[in-house]
């Protein structure tokens, strides 16, 4: 399996739950990842458009595959620093079971919500956009927290979706996030030096934002191709 360090990075192929039995007990400050949603299974296939294109909703292979929440309170929850936090992307089908995984081992279960000003558009205009994501928000007593007002933390981000010239553009990831919205989240919830986890890193959005402040990253992915778009990524840090 292709793996890589540095100093300040550690990056891993490999799938998380394997990765996350070697880490030690306590070792990590700030857990703030981005799962598979789920959503997959509700695409309806090929949709054909009156221009003649076709689109298709299903995000990508690996969100075809069932992630379960369970699976990682174990892990989670042992690697997780007294004072760390935890911030995990969902979505509405997944909300539930993250909240019944979690919520009775934190003493906060809180939602955020990042409100993109660029949802993709709806075909038949009978729905509302999907213009919202949602955060799982974890912490316990003790944690750490960093603002200087009230301003800054509203449980509401506002700003456009990842594109060009930070969109990575080979190999492409569908759902990478805007650098914006991570490094707000990282910079209210940790502080330099920290060990930020990610344990579905896509092509590394959490990691740079981790190393432009400061702080260390491990980062892990299943696809070795986001591995690689990550490392490169990195690399200039
Ligand atoms: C929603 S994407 C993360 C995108 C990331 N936030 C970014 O900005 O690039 C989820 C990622 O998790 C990876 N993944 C899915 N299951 C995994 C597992 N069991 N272990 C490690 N990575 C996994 C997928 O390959 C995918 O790149």
Redesign the pocket.
């Known amino acids: 399996m292709f793996s890589t360090n540095s100093s300040a990075y550690k990056l891993f192929n ?4 394997d990765f996350m039995k070697r880490l030690p007990d306590s070792s990590i400050d700030l857990i703030l990842t ?3 949603y789920n959503l997959s299974q509700f695409s309806r296939g090929n949709i054909h458009l009156n221009n003649g294109k076709t689109i298709n909703n299903k995000i990508a292979e ?1 969100d075809s ?1 069932p992630l379960n929440p369970n699976d990682y309170i174990e892990p989670f929850t042992r690697i997780i620093k007294p004072t760390g936090n935890i911030f995990i992307f969902t979505s509405y089908s997944l909300l539930g079971k993250w909240y019944d995984a979690f919520n009775p081992l934190f003493s906060t279960f809180q939602i955020f919500v990042w409100h993109k000003t660029t949802p993709t558009q709806s075909v038949y205009h009978n729905s509302f956009l999907n213009s919202c994501e949602l955060v799982v928000c974890l912490w316990n007593k003790g944690h750490t927290w960093n603002f200087s007002s009230q301003d800054q933390m509203h449980n509401f981000f506002e700003c456009p979706s990842c594109m060009f010239p930070e969109k990575i553009i080979s190999p492409k ?1 569908p ?3 805007p650098l914006e919205l991570i490094e707000h989240l990282l910079l209210i919830s940790s502080n330099p030096n920290d060990i930020i986890f990610d ?8 990691g740079e934002a981790a190393l432009k402040n400061n702080r260390r990253f491990i980062g ?4 070795e191709k ?1 591995v690689k778009a990550s490392l490169k990524r990195l690399s200039i840090y």
């Open positions: 490999e799938n998380n739950l981005d799962p598979p690996w595959i990831h759902t990478q996030k344990p579905f890193m896509g092509v590394g959005t959490t892990i992915d299943i696809d986001y």
